[in-house]
């Protein structure tokens, strides 16, 4: 069959109509606006709503349904503004510029409108189709606030829309003005924000410089650019520097700047703030707005933070919620994992019943299923540990920990901003490194940059529990846990100011942290928070983690003799050669050649280091005749009687533990270094300075640990 000429036409017209009611949506906005609530809202996606800074790390896309449109919704980053310091404003920029959307959903905090206006003063001079969600509308309502939102929409030539995004109160209303501006049935204004005599003459001697070059057009508008040179934006500069006209739109921009700071007695990029937070306080003027008195929304917050952040109160009280965090991390935790355990143990036994003797038999038994299930088995304390972060973060206690902290560092020499990275860094240090570029002192970039492996990443959970529950009483768990913590931030400080004192040197920049209100998160995106972890825990372990079981296994299986018991052929293999060489270097730290390889393995993953300990005391079945060894001993007293066989104490563990905490970041984190400093020779000194402190420390603390 052949469809005919005017069945083509109809199809070739259907699917015209399919495209264009295709819209594009970019969400923008302040951290803690409501993007991501109004994102799932929509789209029914399965995103987390983050209330710290920094949740939302990447761009997020889902799809709704409206009146037979489709709107692709691309949930970026939060960010404060569009310059070129933070990932998060490059990236929310980069978005924008490279993949420009048919419309742009500004979402703006209605109960803190002037910080948040800012950011749409920006947008502005991007000249872009935009609507601005005036949301958490209801919280304006019960505090009384006054304003005019149609007015304030005229004045910007933005469409303003209140909303609630947590009942999808407006919603609808709001996707009906983004088709109307999509469709050209909302009649489009546009404005400039007038920055003020002085500035206005830079912008338009550098537009009139921009406007006639085609690469400038294709990218940006000349007035943004022009804005952002004056700044001296990074990205705007390097952007620059690559235009035929190059030298004349630099002497332009360095005579304008000139001319600026001379007049205001500023710098530009102050004026500049300035001029748009004042054209913000006229709009709002003119839009009648006035905070309202009925009601406090955010008394219970102030209540709550005069405990929580309290000068004396506020950090016994972090330390009392991480305890209590670990303490129902082991106990809770303790149940599911002697489950899995069990299972773990019975496909062992399974696969080593009915497999055919052979290295197949024992690469899967030995290498998969004792690399592997040596750190699945801890999947349950994982969950529940992430259950806890995401409660705090989300909730808006994580922001207290980092002010909490910045008091009591701030003293101790580590600053303000560094301290996002460093809360940051409990999770990963690598997102915790690359959120270094939020620092505008290079000084205090590169430290935080190097002190930053000494945060106990969750990677190294694994091998904390390993060792803990292993040589540890209950009782004594928790406390080792929580000292651990303790010890990388003593370490971590300590190190900022020696750095500071004699290596790296200059003046610091002060902090300012935004504190967000306290919500109560859903149980619901407590779960799917956790649930997003606990898949990344099992992809890894589908991953890296076999991989390396199985390399681990491979060198302690050849050469292979089969005359020789299990402990003999793996002190005889590749591995047990790898771990006696270096014997020397760890001996005075009370290790055995096992940990030695461990440590080694860890060099690419930190969780490797708890699957290396499981393949290389897997099928060892040398002190099956051991008296200490009975039927019923739990694995942790089994483990623990093989290790003491090979010389390990509970000196040696403390050692262990903390030479873990404090050596070589993972390959991934040095190499995020170099990026960030733009220098392998600060990557090579962190691996080096990092290492050399773990083996210091892990060496006073075995000996002093023998003495008690």
């Not at 505090?143 to 609630?164: C, S």
């Not at 235009?243 to 000139?258: G, H, M, T, Y």
């Amino acid at each position: 069959y052949t469809a005919t000429y005017d069945e083509q036409e109809d199809i070739m017209q259907r699917a015209a109509t399919k495209r264009q009611r295709h819209i594009n949506v970019a969400l923008v906005g302040n951290p803690n606006c409501g993007k991501t609530s109004l994102f799932n809202y929509a789209s029914g996606a399965n995103e987390r709503v983050g209330n710290y800074s920094g949740v939302t790390v990447s761009a997020k896309e889902g799809i709704a349904e409206f009146e037979g449109y489709e709107i692709h919704l691309v949930d970026l980053p939060g960010t404060y503004s569009l310059s070129a310091y933070s990932p998060e404003e490059l990236y929310v920029r980069k978005q924008i510029i490279e993949k420009t959307p048919d419309v742009v959903l500004n979402v703006v905090d209605a109960s803190n409108l002037e910080r948040n206006l800012y950011l749409t003063t920006q947008l502005i001079d991007m000249h872009l189709r935009m609507v601005c969600a005036l949301n958490m509308y209801d919280e304006t309502e019960r505090r009384g606030d006054n304003i005019d939102h149609e007015k304030l929409g005229k004045l910007l030539a933005v469409p303003m829309v209140p909303t609630v995004f947590k009942t999808g109160r407006g919603v609808t209303a709001l996707f009906r003005t983004i088709v109307e501006i999509y469709e050209g049935r909302l009649k489009e204004g546009h404005i400039h924000v007038n920055h003020g005599q002085y500035i206005e003459q830079g912008i338009d001697s550098l537009r009139d410089v921009l406007r006639n070059n085609d690469d400038v057009r294709r990218r940006y508008t000349p007035r943004f650019l022009a804005i952002k040179l004056l700044e001296h934006d990074s990205n705007a500069d390097d952007f620059a520097r690559k235009l035929p006209n190059a030298d004349d739109i630099f002497s332009i921009r360095d005579n304008a700047v000139k001319t600026i700071e001379r007049e205001l007695r500023t710098d530009v990029e102050t004026a500049i703030m300035d001029a748009k937070y004042g054209f913000i306080n006229g709009a709002l003027q003119e839009a009648e707005f006035g905070i309202g008195k009925d009601e406090d929304t955010y008394k219970i917050t102030h209540l709550i933070d005069h405990v929580i952040t309290h000068r004396y109160i506020g950090f016994p009280l972090f330390i009392l919620i991480i305890y209590l965090m670990f303490y129902v991390t082991f106990s809770l935790g303790q149940y599911p994992m002697e489950w899995i355990e069990s299972a773990v143990s019975w496909i062992g036994g399974m696969t080593s019943a009915y497999m055919a003797e052979g290295p197949l038999k024992d690469m899967i038994t030995d290498g998969v299923i004792g690399g592997v299930g040596a750190v699945i088995v801890f999947l349950p304390q994982i969950l529940i540990l992430y259950a806890f972060i995401s409660f705090m973060e989300d909730s808006g206690y994580m922001a207290r920990a980092a002010f909490i902290m910045d008091k009591i560092m701030h003293k101790m020499g580590l600053h303000g901003k560094s301290f996002i990275p460093l809360i940051m860094g409990f999770g990963c240090n690598v997102p915790a490194v690359m959120a270094t570029r939020t620092i505008e002192s290079r000084r205090s970039r590169l430290i935080t940059m190097l002190i930053l492996p000494f945060m106990s990443c969750s990677a190294r959970l694994p091998i904390y529990i390993m060792i803990v529950g292993t040589f540890f009483a209950t009782q004594y768990q928790t406390p080792i846990m929580l000292l651990l913590y303790i010890i990388g931030i003593i370490v971590a400080t300590l190190m900022s100011r020696i750095l500071a004192a004699f290596l790296i040197k200059g003046d610091d920049i002060p902090f300012v942290m935004e504190l967000p209100p306290y919500r109560f998160p859903t149980l619901k995106a407590i779960a799917r928070h956790t649930w997003e972890k606990g898949k990344q825990y099992l992809k890894k372990m589908g991953g890296i983690i076999l991989v390396a079981s199985i390399i681990v296994w491979a060198l302690g299986y050849f050469p292979h003799n089969d005359r020789l018991n299990a402990q003999q052929q793996k002190e005889a293999s590749y591995i047990g050669m790898i771990g006696k060489t270096v014997q020397p270097v760890f001996e005075p730290l009370g290790f055995n050649w096992k940990m030695n390889v461990g440590i080694i393995a860890g060099i690419g993953a930190k969780e490797i280091v708890a699957s290396t300990i499981g393949v290389l005391y897997s099928g060892d079945d040398s002190f099956a005749d051991d008296e200490k060894v009975v039927e019923g001993d739990s694995k942790y007293s089994m483990l623990r009687n093989k290790m003491e066989q090979d010389g390990m104490t509970q000196s040696s563990a403390i050692s262990f533990l903390i030479f873990v905490l404090l050596y070589f970041p993972c390959v991934a984190t040095i190499a995020a270094i170099k990026n960030e400093a733009d220098s392998w020779g600060w990557a090579a000194f962190t691996a080096v300075y990092t290492t050399t402190v773990a083996w210091i420390i892990a060496f006073a603390a075995y000996n002093i640990a023998r003495l008690v």
